[in-house]
């Protein structure tokens, strides 16, 4: 399974930026996909992650703002970022958690699967 991003940038305060992930391989389920991020110094947190069956979970200090979606199809989420402010810079990585693949004729035990990280820097 690999994650492609693509996305980020810099902007300003009060400005917008959308990112995108999209998954390939052999999936034949997954439970959760989405963006955490990580500010140098500090853990990895969750940002955005969106169910297979379309349910959102946002981080409160983006709700309101950020808004995940998902293209079935593609396997490709979507995370549309408004009204960013500094607190908002940090790398962000996509995720693809509880991942079951397909593997010798078979369905593997799930796992998690992270792409690159994307830079989002927001000026003041």
């Known amino acids: 399974v690999q994650l492609q991003a693509s996305g980020g940038g810099l902007v300003q305060t009060g400005g917008s930026l959308r990112l995108s992930c999209a998954a390939s391989?052999?999936?034949?389920?997954?439970?959760?996909m989405g963006w955490h991020r990580q500010v140098p110094g500090k853990q990895r947190e969750s940002v955005a992650v969106i169910s297979s069956g379309g349910i959102p979970e946002y981080a409160d200090s983006v709700k309101g703002r950020f808004t995940i979606s998902g293209d079935d199809v593609r396997n490709t989420v979507y995370l549309q970022m408004n009204n960013l402010n500094p607190e908002d810079t940090a790398v962000y990585y996509c995720a693809a958690l509880g991942v079951y693949s397909y593997q010798d004729g078979g369905v593997t035990s799930p796992r998690d699967y992270w792409g690159q990280g994307t830079q989002v820097t927001v000026s003041s």
């Open positions: 391989g052999n999936i034949f389920a997954f439970n959760k």
